[in-house]
């Protein structure tokens, strides 16, 4: 099975500033990586789609890149509705569909 | 309106059995594989079970030969039939629909469509 891993784990960063999260696949996975959004108590969101594509309806200030086994999830400009816990997720040798463990932004 | 929604969580003892369902809406449902998605309390995202159009079925170890995925198109809802359950599958269960981006032939895959969850707690 591909093992997913998200770094950081957590981070503290204050509205405006630009956050960068950081998935790795324990294999290459070529670009079939997708992004969620968890605010708390709410049902994940899809973000990003195939490494790049934003989902219809996704603020523009949300983008991702990387392929084969590194891939990043930017915020240009953190918003106070931005501030959830993000996830990784690999669709390329499915099943199983694993996730990576997540990463919490917070208000610093 | 596009949407999911899970009923028949609830508090069940070990060993005990639970049926979840989650009703489709606003769209084909017969047309989509269909998933089933687990968290536990302060936990990430733990796939549990797939169900395709044909209806063929995948689980992980962790639930295999215990939960059952199951789907009825004419009424547009998914099922998951839940037996010997453990402390272990406390968790809010989520359905959720796959669809795909074609790109010249290459089908990636994701979970477009999500319902809120519904919460099983397996305690005595």
Known sequence: DIQMTQSPSSLSASVGDRVTITCRASQSISRYLNWYQQRPGKAPKLLIYAASSLQSGVPSRFSGSGSGTDFTLTISSLQPEDFATYYCQQSYSTPPWTFGPGTKVEIK | ?124
């Open chain 2, 1 to 124: 309106e596009v949407q999911l929604v899970e009923s028949g969580g609830g508090l069940v003892q070990p060993g005990g059995s639970l049926r979840l369902s989650c009703a489709a809406s606003g769209f084909t449902f017969s047309t989509y594989d269909m998933h089933w998605v687990r968290q536990a309390t302060g936990k990430g995202l733990e796939w549990v079970s797939t169900i395709g159009t044909s209806g063929d079925t995948y689980y992980p170890g962790s639930v295999k030969g215990r939960f059952t995925i199951s789907r009825e198109n004419a009424k547009n809802s998914l099922y998951l039939h839940m037996n010997s359950l453990r402390a272990g599958d406390t968790a809010v269960y989520y359905c959720a629909r796959v669809s795909y981006y074609d790109s010249s032939g290459y089908y990636y895959w994701y979970f477009d469509l999500w319902g809120r969850g519904t919460l099983v707690t397996v305690s005595s």
